[in-house]
């Protein structure tokens, strides 16, 4: 009998095979031959929670696929303080081409893992590969389409349906193997209470109480302060909206 391998996965490099990445994220739109040679320039990372990846006006030297993990970009204004602008999930694209110098903090939430890559390596590779560069292109679109809808959320909706909106968002993005189709989800956390009313322009308070109420509501569970249950996860979109929370 004669066993047929796939010759494309035999020469594709072992550490991409079993990436998330590779499939969902930049990395996909390489071919074969492509990703051996970025893999060549790459090494990887885990990183602590709280640690600032890059900040603002700092050279870009480096870019990174996220594997695992949250990441929270920030500004600072000049007395101080901070606004969280967005958060990042795996497989999201770390970086900014094309620019010499950072114009965001960019610090871990969680405990992150990171394939890197020199600066010089990915823009050559985006100038070789058009696929890469349009798969970039996509990310870049719809990272500002989501930018949109969260202006919508800050700018219109109410305490609840923001707080409601932050964990739609975080049960949607958090683990890329979660099939939130299925109805329910559970997650930590990845910010802190003074973080998430940073991010929503709450109090905390404010953050507090609304995560009380939706508890109450049968919404949510929370286990141990930051360990959140959601039975159902249309119920909770629906809460981010316009319609009646208590609905079933």
């Excluded at 958060?87 to 610090?107: W, Y």
């Excluded at 394939?115 to 985006?126: D, G, N």
Aim: net charge negative; with cysteine.
């Amino acid at each position: 009998m004669t066993i047929r391998q796939d010759v494309q996965s035999d020469i594709i490099p072992v550490i991409c095979q079993s990436c998330d990445a590779r499939d969902r994220g930049l990395c996909g739109a390489l071919e074969p031959a492509q990703l051996i040679d970025l893999a060549k320039a790459s090494s990887r990372h885990c990183i602590p929670p709280g640690t600032e990846l890059i900040g603002d006006a700092e050279p870009i030297e480096t870019y990174s696929n996220l594997l695992s993990g949250v990441v929270k970009l920030t500004k600072v204004l000049g007395d101080g303080r901070q606004q969280i602008v967005g958060l990042q999930f795996a497989p999201d694209f770390l970086g900014r081409p094309f620019k010499s110098e950072s114009e965001i903090n960019a610090e871990t939430a969680t405990e992150v893992s990171l394939c890197s890559f020199p600066k010089a390596a990915i823009e050559r590779m985006m100038r070789e590969a058009p696929a890469l560069e349009h798969r970039l292109l996509k990310q870049t679109l719809m990272e500002l389409d989501e930018a949109r809808e969260w202006m919508v959320t800050l700018g219109r909706k109410t305490a609840a349906e923001k707080v409601a909106s932050f964990l739609f968002l975080i049960a949607r993005n958090i683990d890329p193997a979660t099939d939130t189709s299925k109805g329910s989800v559970t997650f930590d956390l990845p910010l802190t209470r003074a973080d998430i009313a940073d991010f929503l322009g709450l109090t905390v308070e404010t953050i507090s109480r609304q995560l009380t109420k939706l508890r109450a509501d049968g919404v949510i569970q929370i286990k141990n302060s930051r360990h959140v249950v959601v039975d159902n996860v249309s119920r909770l979109q629906r809460c981010s909206g316009t319609w009646a929370c208590s609905d079933a």
